[in-house]
């Protein structure tokens, strides 16, 4: 199975009499309901099967992979992704990361059955900060008795397993926590009361709820990871979630464009189409170059996974922080394309407005952009004095999207720093002959003279500067930093594709990346508008070809 097999299964999505095209989709969630024809369809291709580890079964071989075809499911209808399967992806990672063989056959099983896992994290007081999560599971005579409540919860009503994370220590640091895999059925009736489902103008057909937990007992066996290791155990497992959530971001961005595009070549104003328009087809090449950008920074985190595991601690959540910033600056940018088309829930431009409102919770849901930023933080001294314009660049394997990966091993992972970072090398490499002249040398240098500046800012910073507690001076380099990571995997994907993506469209990604930096910008007016002109035809161009936007350009339906 493939995401093309997935493609065709789910049609044309533009098909009114289509069972999951867009006019299904929107009636569903406008009933506030999950489509119950995807989910019958999901059921049929076995799409639990990508969740789950090949020796158990399963399909999950590769991350890059796994997030292409949820990819192609997010980017028909982001609540079926998020509230059909990809809930229980959360859940799964751990038990895969730390489970015991009997844990893992019990989780592979309830998935290939089409059953259903919640990640039972959350807890509105503490969001993601799990160190001070308040729902305590306490040692009684041969098991473990929870207290507490868990709150906003995909699918937890109707999940037949959960993970839970619980404290098991009054002890302040990082061993207070642990993970707790558990059926619902092995829970007593009068141990676990069902919240009501949290309203939310995104997402409407998932299922948001909670429970709370009085004296419930769980089995002494439930123990997923060992005592005291729950945020050890997450902190290794959603490196993996962290990258693979900006891969699927780009599918509903992916709808968004060509909905805006339609809207553009299809409506007259002004005497000619809005297309015509200087600023509309500015406003669409942009988009479509931080499109490109979100596909090559998350297209390498994802190798990263299986290349280079050790270095995921600081990808992962740089890739989850700027990646989702620069989709939801996409969609607002977009509403200036469609004016009040996209707001309306009907009609042949609906599906924007519903993919807007669901696109910004998967964007802070899991884990908050702050939170990524204070992960990032203790990384920069480390790496700016022993990493960067010190050590070579990371193996051009890691830079060549599609290409073969060894299969996907969690137990590489790790929750400490990083020894390097070789995507950031990429920037202290000699400028090619190709690339000396012309604008992407002067980007080149751009790059390296903003690296250096960082290097020696982020080499200065203070065991004060690298806690929460961080002034926002700080919190502006870690921001500064997830930028040129990103413009680091651009350039080294284009260089490695070679030839197989337009040297303009890389000056574009560029050109956008480095707006995020300020200062003055590298493109001349003239050259600007050169290269997004050719963005605009070229997205015109894949549009009418029914090709994707991103780096595969795979032919879809319609």
């Not at 906003?152 to 999940?159: D, E, G, H, S, W």
């Not at 992960?375 to 700016?384: G, H, Y």
Request: charged residues 25%; contains cysteine.
């Amino acid at each position: 199975m493939s995401a093309d097999d997935l493609d065709t299964l789910l049609g044309d999505p533009a098909d009114p009499a289509n069972p999951v095209g867009h006019a299904a989709v929107l009636a569903a969630d406008e009933r506030q309901e999950m489509l119950a024809a995807g989910e019958d369809l999901l059921d049929s291709w076995g799409f639990n099967a990508e969740f789950v580890p090949a020796p158990y079964g399963g399909r999950l071989t590769r991350a890059d992979r796994l997030a292409e075809t949820m990819r192609t499911l997010w980017r028909r209808d982001p609540a079926l992704g998020l509230g059909y399967g990809f809930s229980s992806f959360l859940a799964a990672v751990n038990i895969w990361t730390a489970g015991t063989e009997d844990q893992r056959r019990d989780a592979a099983r309830l998935l290939l059955g089409n059953r259903r896992i919640a990640a039972t994290f959350h807890e509105l007081d503490h969001g993601n900060d799990f160190a001070h999560a308040d729902c305590t599971a306490r040692p009684e005579a041969g098991h473990w008795q929870l207290t507490g409540r868990k709150e906003i919860v995909t699918n937890l009503r109707r999940a037949e397993a959960m993970v839970l994370f619980a404290r098991t220590s009054q002890a302040p640091g990082s061993r207070s926590h642990s993970q707790f895999f558990v059926h619902r059925n092995d829970l007593p009736a009068d141990g676990i009361r069902d919240l009501p489902r949290f309203p939310s103008s995104g997402m409407r057909g998932v299922q948001l709820g909670g429970a709370e937990f009085t004296a419930c007992p769980l089995p002494a066996d439930a123990l997923l990871g060992g005592e005291g290791r729950g945020i050890e155990t997450a902190l290794r497992s959603y490196q993996v979630t962290r990258v693979v959530i900006p891969a699927m971001t780009v599918g509903p961005l992916d709808t968004a464009l060509r909905t805006a595009l339609s809207c553009a070549l299809d409506r007259r104003l002004y005497g000619g189409a809005v297309a015509d328009i200087p600023y509309v087809r500015s406003v669409l090449a942009r988009v479509y170059a931080d499109l490109l950008a979100v596909d090559a920074f998350s297209g390498v985190g994802l190798r990263a996974l299986h290349l280079t595991p050790d270095a995921t601690a600081v990808y992962a959540p740089a890739a989850k922080y700027l990646t989702s910033r620069m989709v939801l600056d996409a969609f607002q940018d977009l509403r200036a394309v469609l004016g009040a088309s996209g707001y309306l829930r009907e009609g042949p431009y609906a599906i924007f407005q519903k993919m807007a409102r669901d696109i910004a919770p998967a964007t802070f849901a899991h884990v908050s952009r702050t939170a990524c930023l204070v992960m990032i933080l203790p990384q920069l001294p480390r790496l700016a004095r022993r990493s960067w314009l010190s050590e070579p660049p990371a193996a051009p394997e890691l830079f060549d999207l599609g290409a073969d990966l060894p299969e996907l091993r969690l137990d590489r992972l790790v929750a400490g720093l990083p020894s390097g970072d070789g995507v950031m090398a990429v920037l202290a490499e000699p400028t090619g002959p190709g690339e000396r002249h012309g604008p992407l040398g002067r980007f080149a240098e751009r790059l390296r003279a903003e690296l250096r500046a960082l290097r020696e800012q982020c080499a200065a910073l203070g065991p004060a500067d690298i806690t929460i507690d961080a002034g926002p001076a700080a919190f502006a380099l870690a921001d500064r930093y997830t930028v040129l990571l990103a413009a680091a995997a651009a350039l080294a994907v284009w260089r490695r594709g070679g030839g197989r993506h337009p040297e303009t469209a890389l000056i574009g990604v560029l050109d956008r990346l480095t707006e995020r930096l300020g200062g003055a910008p590298v493109l001349t007016p003239a050259e600007r508008e050169r290269t997004e002109q050719f963005l605009f035809e070229a997205a015109v161009e894949r549009h009418r070809d029914r090709k994707l936007f991103d780096l595969t350009a795979r032919h879809i339906p319609g």
